[in-house]
């Protein structure tokens, strides 16, 4: 199974950034990092993904570490709308496309 | 909107009786999954389809089973409904049956399903 580890919970105040960190420390040297979140009952949205290096896109940043055990998502500005449950998953791609959901982590984001 | 669609959205049912959830995939979208996620849980991998053949089984008793079409849409099906098959399931759309840890993959908003 490929494991992540994140904080069950976090906090943001509306506006400010928001660093979401990722353990995921039985990752192989081909896997991607994939963040998804949750809106209250919604299907999983894709954010973004990673290799090795940096990635950005209109919704966030994604910061990988250099032995890439871990990884940071960054929301540059949160909103109101950021408030949801946010997945971390790598998967080799090989065979299917099965993806090892953690319980992720909740974030608030105060008004 | 990720062009993921699935029918129905809520439904009901009695245990023991039979239910088929439905996925069309993003257009031009040859592999599709279907997940469980039961409340205040990551959703859990079912199966996945890839060019009308299934692929891939996460821990799913055998009375869970699926199909996809030509068009690549699919069906999930669940025999005698027990009360904890009550859950959101999921279907997601991506591209080349999982052969590229790269891809995107796209997710519907899902079926409630209630098993009374």
């Known amino acids: 199974d490929a494991k992540t580890t994140q904080p069950n919970s976090m906090e943001s105040n509306e506006e400010e950034p928001v660093h979401l960190p990722c353990n995921h420390s039985?990752?192989?040297?081909?896997?991607?990092i994939h963040w998804y979140r949750q809106l209250p009952s919604q299907g999983p949205e894709y954010v973004i993904h990673?290799?090795?290096s940096n990635v950005n896109n209109r919704m966030a940043s994604l910061a990988i570490a250099e032995d890439r055990k871990s990884s940071t998502l960054i929301l540059h500005r949160a909103t109101l709308r950021d408030a949801a449950v946010y997945y971390c998953?790598?998967?080799?791609?090989?065979?299917?496309?099965?993806?090892?959901f953690g319980k992720g982590t909740k974030l608030s984001v105060i008004p | 909107e990720t062009g993921v669609t699935q029918s129905p959205t809520h439904l009901i049912k009695t245990r023991g009786q039979q239910v088929t959830l439905r996925c069309s995939s993003q257009?031009?979208?040859?592999?599709v999954s279907w997940y469980q996620q039961a409340l205040g849980q990551g959703p859990q991998f079912i199966f996945q389809?890839?060019?009308?053949?299934?692929?891939g089984r996460g821990n799913f008793p055998p009375r869970f089973s699926g199909l996809q079409f030509p068009n690549y849409s699919s069906e999930l099906n669940v025999n005698a409904l027990e009360l904890d098959d009550s859950a959101l399931y999921l279907c997601?759309?991506?591209?080349?049956?999982?052969?590229?840890?790269?891809?995107?993959?796209?997710f519907g908003e899902g079926s409630w399903l209630t098993v009374v």
């Open positions: 389809y890839y060019r009308e053949e299934e692929n």
């Open positions: 990673g290799l090795t």
């Open positions: 257009s031009g979208h040859n592999t």
């Open positions: 998953i790598h998967y080799s791609g090989a065979g299917s496309y099965q993806l090892t």
């Open positions: 039985t990752i192989s040297g081909t896997d991607y």
């Open positions: 997601a759309s991506s591209l080349g049956g999982g052969g590229v840890s790269g891809n995107t993959i796209y």
